[in-house]
């Protein structure tokens, strides 16, 4: 684990981009160890991992918690019970059932929808185009709040095709008037940042290989 790697890209990167620091797969005390230097945010993407740290941390009032991993439909209401934000809608059945469950539990998820820019069998994902063709009815979706979109690229890309699908997410998202893009991983967030990412989301590149 080395916290300079995460001081050297928050020194990097333009004020409007939050790092969001995915701790799955990284114990609790290493999450206290970035939160002590600045880090609120943290990412995680399996519900039972994710209920045990929040249980050991519920006294650090200042973590916020996002849920960034294919959701299941059965684990719906549990993540919209424990998890202020959602980066990974995948599909409109999930985006009616969450709102659907956070108007029973109460809650107001802040929510990004996933999109799928090119063809990636190990991806889920809206595609662009139903997107746009269901937008006006998703716009009315009661407790949620819809507040940008998520992307994953697929794995081997260059640095030019990763920009390249990167700007169609940026400009996907500022068509919708969304404004978070929640793109760019350790491998590629130099270029997530260049297309107007608003949300980083860096594991090993913080806390070092996972065990």
């Given at each position: 684990?080395?916290?300079?790697?995460?001081l050297?890209?928050?020194n990097?990167?333009?004020?409007?981009?939050?790092?969001?620091?995915?701790?799955?797969?990284?114990?609790?005390q290493?999450i206290?160890?970035?939160?002590?230097?600045?880090q609120?945010?943290f990412?995680e993407s399996?519900?039972q991992?994710?209920?045990?740290?929040?249980?050991?941390?519920?006294?650090?009032?200042?973590?916020?918690?996002?849920?960034?991993?294919?959701i299941?439909s059965?684990?719906i209401?549990?993540?919209?019970q424990?998890?202020?934000y959602i980066?990974?809608?995948d599909?409109?059945?999930?985006?009616?059932?969450v709102s659907?469950?956070?108007?029973?539990?109460?809650?107001?998820?802040?929510?990004?929808?996933q999109?799928?820019?090119c063809d990636?069998?190990?991806k889920?994902?809206?595609?662009?185009?139903?997107?746009?063709?269901?937008?006006?009815?998703i716009k009315?979706?009661?407790n949620?709040?819809l507040?940008?979109?998520m992307?994953?690229n697929p794995?081997?890309?260059?640095?030019?095709e990763n920009?390249?699908?990167?700007?169609?997410?940026?400009?996907?998202?500022?068509?919708?008037?969304?404004?978070?893009?929640?793109?760019?991983?350790?491998?590629?967030?130099?270029?997530?940042v260049?297309?107007?990412?608003?949300?980083?989301r860096?594991?090993?590149?913080?806390?070092?290989?996972?065990?």
């Open positions: 684990m080395n916290p300079s790697n995460y050297e890209i928050k990097k990167i333009p004020i409007n981009v939050n790092i969001l620091a995915v701790s799955k797969g990284f114990k609790s290493e206290k160890t970035i939160h002590n230097i600045g609120n945010d990412g399996k519900f991992e994710a209920f045990e740290k929040q249980s050991i941390l519920k006294d650090y009032k200042q973590i916020k918690w996002h849920f960034i991993g294919r299941q059965n684990k209401r549990k993540i919209v424990n998890f202020q980066h990974s809608v599909s409109f059945e999930k985006l009616l059932k659907s469950i956070s108007c029973e539990e109460k809650k107001n998820p802040l929510v990004m929808i999109v799928k820019f990636d069998p190990t889920g994902g809206f595609n662009p185009e139903l997107l746009l063709l269901k937008w006006k009815e009315e979706l009661k949620i709040k507040s940008g979109l992307t994953i794995k081997g890309l260059n640095s030019k920009l390249e699908l990167f700007k169609k997410c940026r400009s996907l998202a500022d068509l919708l008037q969304l404004p978070d893009c929640s793109m760019g991983m350790s491998g590629d967030w130099e270029e997530a260049e297309a107007g990412s608003t949300w980083l860096l594991g090993s590149l913080i806390f070092g290989d996972r065990y």
